[in-house]
């Protein structure tokens, strides 16, 4: 089955940059989309970007629009989340998950079908 997993995550001051990596394996051949979610401590699970599994189409969730950027390395076959201008409500366990279906835009959980376990990220003031 399909295998991902989250790091790169850690403590930052505000204002500060981190890069989250989602490093994939199994048969992801038939994955159609990537996408980041995070989720804080008594909050639902909230949608932060998605991208193409080929890379040419991306999306993110308004709260960190301009500030957040996904890419994917194929080589690599890792989807990476570059967080700038970090903000102290960022902070949260961020999670990685895959799709088989793909839609113009896909913003909840039920539509991924594997999750990894998340790396939490924690922005100091």
């Known amino acids: 089955q399909v295998q991902l997993v989250e790091s790169g995550g850690g403590v930052v001051q505000a204002g500060g940059s981190l890069r989250l990596s989602c490093a994939a394996s199994?048969?992801?051949?038939?994955?159609?989309?990537l996408g980041w979610f995070r989720q804080a401590p008594g909050k639902e699970r909230e949608f932060v970007a998605c991208i193409r599994w080929s890379g040419r189409f991306t999306w993110y969730g308004d709260a960190v629009k301009g500030r957040f950027t996904i890419s994917r390395n194929n080589a690599k076959n890792t989807t990476y989340l570059q967080m700038d201008s970090l903000k102290p409500e960022a902070t949260a366990v961020y999670f990685c998950?895959?799709?088989?279906?793909?839609?113009?835009?896909?913003?909840?959980?039920?539509?991924?079908?594997?999750w990894g376990q998340g790396t939490q990220v924690t922005v100091s003031s």
């Open positions: 199994g048969p992801t051949s038939s994955m159609s989309v």
């Open positions: 998950a895959a799709a088989k279906d793909w839609r113009p835009v896909m913003l909840r959980e039920y539509e991924y079908d594997y």
